[in-house]
């Protein structure tokens, strides 16, 4: 009898196991069919804007006012994100249209690998000539690469402990959460070139970061002023955040990305630790909507009326899914639904483009900063980036 009630319970046990597989494994075909959608039309919006992009120039927004493109210098911090989403795009797709385009605007931006006065040599020049190199193997980016890296690591203050952010500001020595998007550049030109300073000054940012930048909940101020002679902390401040002790949505993801990729670039647990507390703040927090695209700031007033910034969710999309792969049970499983719930709002018509619409950007409702009234519920290229970069992922790990 007893075995006869073991059996029982075994077999309803297995059925069950087998229904909640079943039922993951059709969430993740219905997702994967989105993703493709969404990707092909990515595809055909890209192939329109290059008809429109002027060539000195690179596509960063829609100009509120008379919606048409605004674009941006190869100077500006996000001209890789145009070349690096078409490398993408063509990684996708295989087009050669997009490839000769992407080639073009990498070619193009290249010539900041020299420029010593920002710390965003990542952004410019991992997403463009870092994608390049990946897809092509070609070593002439290793070349531009490796001088980027060299160019990021002069802005490295060892008595800080810190790269230098911007050379501009009330602050001698600012530094930005979004810094440690630049970090990848340097872990990537040591494992190259064998020369272990870049991957020093990457880990030796991160840890100052941590200490200085994050808050007992794990949110973080966006403007760290350090002295540059003593490296002490002589102010915490927001730029683009509603305020000083607020939560900007942005900084937040990329913070999350940050140290999720310095945990896959290291394997340092810390960063992982890091990037569990930063994804527990967000996902926890009472103000994140229930489709989980962040208001602009956590602490945004008008809040539930405040607007969304689709690139936040973005960022945070692409670090989430890729932190569920470094985690396991239930918290792994969390961070890959939040993700995976996030691209399926942003492929939704809410903040996805139609065909033709939204100067050929792929999202609509960004925000760049709402303080200075600057790119307000604007589609922003590196929404644009991160967003393909999530959906291939996706795709990719799904699997
Ligand atoms: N790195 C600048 C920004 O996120 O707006």
Not at 2 to 12: A, H, P, R, T, Y
Not at 58 to 82: C, E, H, I, Q
Not at 138 to 155: E, F, I, M, N
Not at 190 to 216: E, L, Y
Request: glycine share 6%.
């Amino acid at each position: 009898m007893k075995k006869l009630q073991l059996l029982f319970c075994g077999l309803l046990l297995s059925g069950s196991i087998t229904t909640v597989y079943a039922q993951q494994s059709s969430r993740k075909q219905q997702m994967t069919e989105l993703a493709n959608k969404t990707l092909d039309l990515a595809v055909r919006q890209y192939k329109l804007m290059m008809q429109h992009v002027p060539d000195s120039m690179l596509p960063r927004t829609t100009n509120n006012a008379d919606g048409s493109l605004v674009t941006a210098k190869t100077g500006w911090w996000t001209a890789g994100f145009y070349p690096g989403t078409l490398w993408y795009l063509y990684e996708y797709s295989k087009d050669n249209t997009l490839k000769q385009e992407a080639l073009k605007r990498t070619a193009q931006v290249e010539k900041e690998k020299d420029n010593k006065g920002t710390h965003d040599l990542g952004f410019m020049l991992y997403c463009s000539a870092g994608n390049a190199y990946r897809i092509t193997k070609d070593p002439k980016y290793k070349d531009v690469l490796l001088t980027s890296a060299r160019s990021l690591s002069t802005r490295f203050n060892p008595k800080v402990g810190c790269i230098k952010s911007w050379d501009h500001g009330k602050w001698e020595f600012p530094v930005i959460i979004d810094n440690m998007m630049n970090l990848e550049l340097l872990t990537w030109a040591t494992r190259v070139s064998k020369d272990p300073s870049f991957d020093h000054i990457a880990r030796t940012h991160a840890n100052t970061t941590m200490k200085h930048h994050f808050r007992p909940d794990y949110s973080s101020y966006h403007v760290i002023g350090y002295d540059t002679t003593t490296g002490a902390v002589l102010a915490r401040n927001t730029h683009q955040g509603a305020n000083d002790t607020s939560a900007w949505s942005r900084g937040q993801a990329w913070g999350l990305y940050g140290y999720t990729m310095m945990y896959r670039e290291t394997k340092d647990k810390a960063y992982l630790e890091q990037a569990k507390h930063i994804a527990d703040f967000i996902l926890g927090h009472p103000r994140m909507p229930e489709d989980l695209i962040p208001y602009w700031d956590y602490d945004a007033p008008g809040i539930p009326n405040a607007k969304r910034d689709a690139s936040a969710g973005a960022v945070a999309a692409s670090a989430l899914l890729e932190l569920s792969r470094y985690t396991k049970g239930e918290v792994s499983s969390r961070y890959w639904k939040a993700g995976e719930k996030m691209l399926e709002s942003l492929a939704s018509p809410t903040y996805l483009a139609k065909e033709g619409e939204n100067n050929d950007f792929i999202l609509m409702h960004s925000v760049g900063s709402l303080p200075h009234n600057s790119e307000v519920d604007v589609p922003l290229t590196y929404a644009d980036y991160y967003f393909v970069e999530a959906l291939l992922r996706y795709k990719q790990w799904a699997k």
